[in-house]
C-alpha cells in the first residue's frame, strides 16, 4: 500500500483513500450515502447543518462527517439506528420554522430538504409552535436572482460562494438565532458575472433563478451533458430540456430549452459556470432558420452541386467556415470544401469579449483550438473585409457567420452585388442568411452530436439534447449529401462519431481518441498534453 | 467561619489598587520577572506545576493548553485574553478588570513570554464601560513606563497589548467566536480541529485564556508553583472567585481554595438563604450549569469534584434559589436568554432554542399540556452534543435538569393552567426579574 493511502471501514466495508480525505468523502467512495447540506466540495467546510453526522468508533460524540479527516484504521458508521435518530433530528429542526409550501415552491422536485425528509425524516409531526416569519418573501437581490429567506436553511454556501469563488462578498447572514437571515449587504446587489451559480448550489427554494423560476416544473424536464459555446473555457454543463415539447408547448413560451446548468468537471469549470454562458442559450429557440427557402433539401443540394461543377476550376469558391461549429462539422466542411477547390477561411464569429480570472476568456469562440488543429488559421474578423473584398468570387459559402454585422451592411452590400451566389448555412437568421440565394438551416450544438475543443486543448463531448428543429440539419450532413452529387470520396459517414474515427485516424492532434475515451470529461489533444 | 483568602483579591477593596502605583507596593511586576528570567519552557512546565486550570469555565490544564503552541513557527503567534464575561451569574472578571487590572497585565506578559507572543489582545464585554475605561487607562501607563512595548519590563522581547471591546453577544465568550469577532467577521465559533493553539487569531497559533486565569500567573511565579498547587485541592490548583448571588443574605464575589464545599460558601460566607427561608436550588457554575436541588449540594468546588456530581463548575457563578421560586419561571428566563442569545449558526441550536423557549412560554401562559415535558425534554436531549460549539448543550442541560429534578413543579403549574405573564398586570414580578440576577453586581462584601 502507497503510504500516501489510508485504509478504513465504512458499514463493513474497506475503503483505501489518499491522505488528507474527509470521512463524508470516504463514505460516498465506499458507497455510503450521508446526506448534507452546508458541504460543497468546491467551498471551505462549515459544519453548521449538522445532517452529516456519523459514528466514529470509540469517540463517544457523533461526528460530521464533512469536517472529520479519514484515519487509517477509523471504522465509521453511517447508517446505524443511532445516526438515522440523527439525521431525523436535524431534519425535524430544520423543519421547524421552514415554510411548507412546497406545491408553490419553484424547488420542488429538486429540493434536498424534500429528498431527506423522504429518505431520513418521516417523522410524526411535533412543532406546534407558530413559525418564525422572516421580512420578507421573493425580494430581488440581484439581476438573475431571488431570494425567500423564509425557504433559508443558512447553509451559508451561497455566501462562501461570494466570498471564496467571485471574492465579491455581496451576501452575509444577518441577525442572530432563529432570526437569522441571509440578504445582500445594504448598497449591494449580486451582480458578479457568475449569480446564477448561488441558485445551483442552494440546496433549498430560498434563491431562485429568474429566467427560470414558474417556467415549468423541474419533473418536465430532462437533462443532456453538452458543453457551453459561450466561450473558448468550453465549461461543461447540462441542457435541461421539455421532456414532451408537443403536450407542454404553452409552458415557458414554448422554448424547448429551459435552462443550462454547470456539470462538474475539476479541470475545466470546477462546479462553475458564468451568467453570460447560463443565459445565453435563448438562440437556440429564437430566431431560428428552421425551413429552406424553398424546395426540398434533395433539389437544394442538387443545384448546389451544379453550381459548385460549374465554377469550381475558376478558383472562385470561397467557403467560411466557424471556429463555433464542432470539430466534426469542420472537419466535414473543410474535406469538402478542399474537394470543390474552395479557397476555405476561418474567421472568427465574434469579436473579442471580456475575460476573467475564474472562467471566462476573452476568445468566444468555443472551438477555435479545434480549427487550429484541424490545420484551419482562424482569422480575426477586422481581417474579413481584407479576406473577402480583394477576390473575384463567384460563391460563397458562409458557414455560421453574419458577415453583414462583422463587414458592415455597406461593405456587406458592395461584394454581395459583385458575387454570383451566395450561399448561408447557419442556425439563425440574420442579415447575411436575408441577403443569401440558398439557405441551408443547419442545427444549433444541442442539437448535434459533436466535440469541441477547448482553450487549453480540450476535446469534449457534446451529447444530442433537441431533435433538429423544422428542416435544419448537422453540416456534416449537408457536406456528405452534397459530396455524393460531387461524386467525391471519403464521405461516407453515418454518425459523427464514424467522422471523429475518421478525424483521430488524419489529425495528429486527435490521434487514438474516440468517443468512448472521452468519456463525459474529455481528453487533451497530443499537442496540448505534450507541451502542458 | 473560615475567612476568604486575599491573594487574587488583594486590592479589590484597596484605594487606588488598579494604579501602577499601588500595584507595584505590592510587589507588582515581581512575578512577570522572575518568569522571564528562566527559559519559555521552563515558564510553561512551573505553570503546569501549579495546577492552574481555566477559570473561564472549561477547567483545561493551563500550562497543557500552552504546550500545544509550536514552538517554531513562521507566522505570529498571539495571546488573547478573553474579558467577555457573560454568562449570566457570573462578575468576577469584572474585578479584576476594573479594581487590578494590572494584575491581568502582569500576568499577559508571563503568558506572552511563555509562548513567545508579541501581540496580545484584550477582548472585554462592550457592556463593561469603567473596566474597559480602567484596563485602557493600565496598558497606558504600563506602556508609558517601559513594562510592555518594544522592551518588555526592559528585556529584549517586544509585547504590543491591544484593548478591544465586544459587541455585546454571549457567545463571544467562547474562544472561537471571539476570534472570528476579533478578526472582524461575525460572532459565530469556528471548527474545531484546527484548535485556536494551532490556527487561531489570523490562522496564527493562539492561545485564548480568562482574566482570572491569567490573573493568577503572577501569584504563580512570586509565591512558586507549589505554594499555588497547595491552595487548592487535587489537581485544581489555587483559589476560585465565587460568584454567589440569587437568595442569600450576603451575595457577592467570594474568593475561596478550589475545592471549597458548596454548603460552607452559601450558609457560612453567604450568610445563608435569605430570610432564614429553606434553600430549594442551586446552579453551581453559571446559568449553563444544570442545577442542583437542596439535597444535593455536599460537593466541593472544583472541577473535578462538581463533575462527578453531575454538573459543572463553570465559570463559578453560584445561584441559590429559595423555596418561593418558581421554576417554570425559572427556566422561562433561562430559555429565552439562550433563545435570545444562540448565533443561529448550526441548525440544532438555531432552531432548537427558539423551538424549547416557545414551549416553556406557552407553558407559562398558563397553556402548557403534559407532552411539552416529554418533548422538551426530547428536544433538548436532541440538541446536545451534536453542534460546534457547547451553546447548544448549555442550552440543554437548564431544560433536563430543571424538568428532571422538579417535575412535579412543572406538571402541576400545566394540570393548573396558571399563567405566570398574566400575572404582570397584576403588579407581580415578570419573568425578567425572576430569580436570576445576571450581572446585577450586588456585592454586600465590598
Not at chain 2, 503568558?111 to 477582548?123: D, E, N, R, S, V
Amino acid at each position: 500500500m502507497s503510504t500516501d493511502l489510508i485504509q478504513l471501514n465504512i458499514d463493513g466495508k474497506h475503503v483505501e483513500v489518499p491522505k488528507g480525505t474527509t470521512v463524508i468523502q470516504a463514505a460516498h467512495k465506499a458507497g455510503s450515502e450521508v446526506p448534507f447540506y452546508c458541504y460543497h466540495p468546491g467551498l471551505s467546510i462549515a459544519g453548521n447543518c449538522r445532517i452529516c453526522l456519523v459514528e466514529i468508533e470509540g469517540v463517544p460524540k457523533l461526528q460530521i462527517a464533512c469536517n472529520t479527516p479519514a484515519t487509517d484504521g477509523m471504522v465509521v458508521y453511517t447508517q446505524n439506528a443511532k445516526v438515522r435518530k440523527a439525521r431525523q433530528d436535524v431534519l425535524e429542526f430544520l423543519l421547524v420554522n421552514h415554510p411548507l409550501d412546497c406545491p408553490v415552491c419553484d424547488q420542488a422536485g429538486e429540493c434536498w430538504l424534500q429528498d431527506y425528509y423522504m429518505q431520513h425524516g418521516q417523522y410524526q409531526a411535533r412543532m406546534d409552535e407558530n413559525k418564525v416569519k422572516k421580512t420578507k418573501k421573493a425580494t430581488h437581490i440581484g439581476k438573475e436572482v431571488m431570494l425567500d429567506q423564509e425557504r433559508c436553511i443558512l447553509c451559508s454556501r451561497c455566501v462562501r460562494f461570494c466570498d471564496e469563488i467571485t471574492g465579491t462578498g455581496e451576501l452575509g447572514i444577518f441577525n442572530r438565532g432563529d432570526h437569522s437571515e441571509i440578504n445582500v449587504y445594504p448598497g449591494k446587489l449580486l451582480e458578479s458575472g457568475y449569480s446564477g451559480n448561488v441558485v445551483d448550489i442552494c440546496p433549498v427554494g430560498a434563491l431562485t433563478d429568474k429566467d427560470f423560476r414558474f417556467q415549468t416544473r423541474v419533473w418536465y424536464l430532462a437533462s443532456t451533458d453538452s458543453v457551453c459555446p459561450g466561450c473558448s473555457r468550453g465549461c461543461n454543463i447540462q441542457v435541461h430540456t421539455k421532456k414532451d415539447v408537443d403536450r407542454h408547448a404553452f409552458k415557458a413560451q414554448g422554448r424547448r430549452v429551459i435552462r443550462l446548468k454547470p456539470r462538474t468537471n475539476p479541470l475545466v469549470n470546477r462546479w462553475w459556470i458564468c451568467d453570460e454562458g447560463r443565459y445565453g442559450y435563448r438562440f437556440v429557440d429564437e430566431g431560428r432558420l428552421s425551413a429552406l427557402k424553398q424546395g426540398t433539401w434533395a433539389e437544394n443540394l442538387q443545384q448546389l452541386a451544379e453550381r459548385i461543377k460549374e465554377v469550381k476550376n475558376k478558383g472562385s469558391i470561397v467557403g467560411l467556415l466557424s471556429p463555433g461549429q464542432t470539430n466534426e462539422n469542420l472537419f466535414a466542411m473543410k474535406k469538402l470544401f478542399e474537394g470543390a477547390s474552395a479557397k476555405t477561411l476561418c474567421v472568427s464569429h465574434t469579436a473579442a469579449g471580456e475575460g476573467d480570472n475564474l472562467l471566462k476568456t476573452p476568445d468566444k469562440n468555443p472551438n477555435r483550438a479545434g480549427a487550429e488543429a484541424l490545420g484551419l488559421t482562424v482569422i480575426a474578423t477586422n481581417q474579413l473585409q481584407g479576406a473577402l473584398c480583394n477576390r473575384d468570387i463567384e460563391l460563397l459559402w458562409v458557414c455560421g457567420q453574419d458577415i453583414a454585422r462583422i463587414l458592415g451592411e455597406e461593405l456587406f452590400s458592395e461584394l454581395r452585388k459583385r458575387m454570383r451566389w451566395m450561399v448561408y448555412q447557419g442556425s439563425n437568421q440574420n442579415v447575411t442568411s436575408a441577403a443569401a440565394d440558398q439557405v441551408l438551416p443547419s442545427t444549433v450544438y444541442v442539437e448535434n452530436q459533436g466535440s469541441f475543443t477547448n482553450v487549453d486543448g480540450r476535446v469534449q463531448r457534446l451529447w444530442q439534447a433537441l431533435r433538429p428543429l423544422g428542416e435544419a440539419r448537422p453540416d456534416w450532413h449537408t457536406a456528405a449529401d452534397l459530396a455524393a452529387r460531387l461524386e467525391l470520396k471519403g464521405f461516407e459517414w453515418q454518425s459523427e462519431e464514424m467522422i471523429f474515427e475518421n478525424l483521430a485516424e488524419k489529425v495528429p492532434f486527435f490521434s487514438g481518441m474516440s468517443y468512448e475515451a472521452l468519456g463525459t470529461g474529455g481528453l487533451l489533444g497530443k499537442t496540448a498534453a505534450l507541451s502542458s | 467561619m473560615p475567612k476568604p483568602l486575599n491573594h487574587l483579591s488583594a486590592r479589590f477593596h484597596v484605594n487606588g489598587g488598579h494604579t501602577l502605583k499601588v500595584y507595584k507596593e505590592c510587589h507588582g511586576y515581581e512575578g512577570a520577572q522572575k518568569a522571564m528570567a528562566m527559559q519559555p519552557d521552563a515558564v510553561i512546565e512551573e505553570v503546569k506545576a501549579s495546577n492552574l486550570r481555566g477559570l473561564g469555565g472549561a477547567g483545561f490544564p493551563t500550562g497543557v493548553k500552552w504546550s500545544f503552541v509550536p514552538k517554531t513557527t513562521s507566522v505570529p503567534k498571539y495571546l488573547v485574553i478573553n474579558a467577555d464575561e457573560g454568562e449570566p451569574g457570573t462578575f468576577k472578571d469584572k474585578y479584576i478588570l476594573e479594581r487590578d487590572p494590572h494584575a491581568l497585565i502582569e500576568g499577559m506578559i508571563i503568558a506572552a513570554f511563555a509562548i513567545q507572543a508579541h501581540k496580545a489582545y484584550i477582548y472585554i464585554r462592550g457592556e463593561y464601560v469603567q473596566p474597559m475605561k480602567r484596563v485602557r487607562a493600565a496598558v497606558e501607563e504600563a506602556y508609558a513606563n517601559g513594562l510592555i512595548g518594544e522592551k518588555t519590563l526592559g528585556q529584549d522581547f517586544k509585547l504590543d497589548i491591544v484593548v478591544h471591546p465586544g459587541a455585546g453577544a454571549y457567545i463571544c465568550g467562547e474562544e472561537t467566536a471571539l476570534l472570528s469577532s476579533l478578526e472582524g467577521g461575525k460572532g459565530q465559533p469556528k471548527l474545531k480541529p484546527p484548535f485556536p493553539a494551532i490556527k487561531g487569531l489570523f490562522d496564527c497559533p493562539t492561545v485564548v485564556n480568562n482574566v482570572e486565569t491569567i490573573a493568577c500567573l503572577p501569584l504563580i511565579f512570586r509565591n512558586g508553583a507549589k505554594w499555588f498547587a497547595d491552595l487548592g485541592s487535587e489537581k485544581n490548583g489555587g483559589t476560585h472567585l465565587f460568584c454567589l448571588s440569587g437568595h442569600v443574605e450576603r451575595p457577592g464575589v467570594y474568593e475561596l481554595p478550589m475545592g471549597t464545599p458548596l454548603r460552607e460558601l452559601i450558609y457560612e460566607h453567604g450568610g445563608g438563604v435569605r430570610g432564614g427561608r429553606d434553600l430549594k436550588a442551586v446552579i453551581p457554575g453559571g446559568i449553563s450549569a444544570k442545577i442542583l436541588n437542596a439535597d444535593e449540594i455536599d460537593v466541593n468546588l472544583d472541577y473535578d469534584q462538581i463533575r462527578a456530581a453531575g454538573t459543572m463548575l463553570g465559570s463559578g457563578g453560584v445561584i441559590v434559589m429559595d423555596e418561593t421560586t418558581d421554576m417554570v419561571r425559572a427556566l422561562w428566563v433561562a430559555s429565552r436568554f439562550f433563545h435570545h442569545e444562540s448565533c443561529g449558526q448550526c441548525s440544532p441550536c438555531r432552531e432548537g432554542t427558539g423551538w424549547i423557549h416557545r414551549v416553556i412560554d406557552r407553558m407559562a401562559r398558563g397553556m402548557g399540556r403534559i407532552g411539552d415535558l416529554d418533548l422538551l425534554l426530547d428536544v433538548s436531549s436532541n440538541m446536545e452534543g451534536r453542534t460546534i460549539c457547547v451553546f447548544a448543550d448549555a442550552a440543554a442541560w437548564p431544560v433536563q435538569s430543571y424538568i428532571e429534578k422538579f417535575r412535579a413543579e412543572f406538571e402541576e403549574h400545566i394540570r393548573s393552567g396558571r399563567s405566570i405573564i398574566a400575572s404582570e398586570s397584576k403588579g407581580c414580578l415578570t419573568p425578567e426579574h425572576a430569580v436570576i440576577p445576571a450581572q446585577a453586581g450586588i456585592h454586600l462584601n465590598d
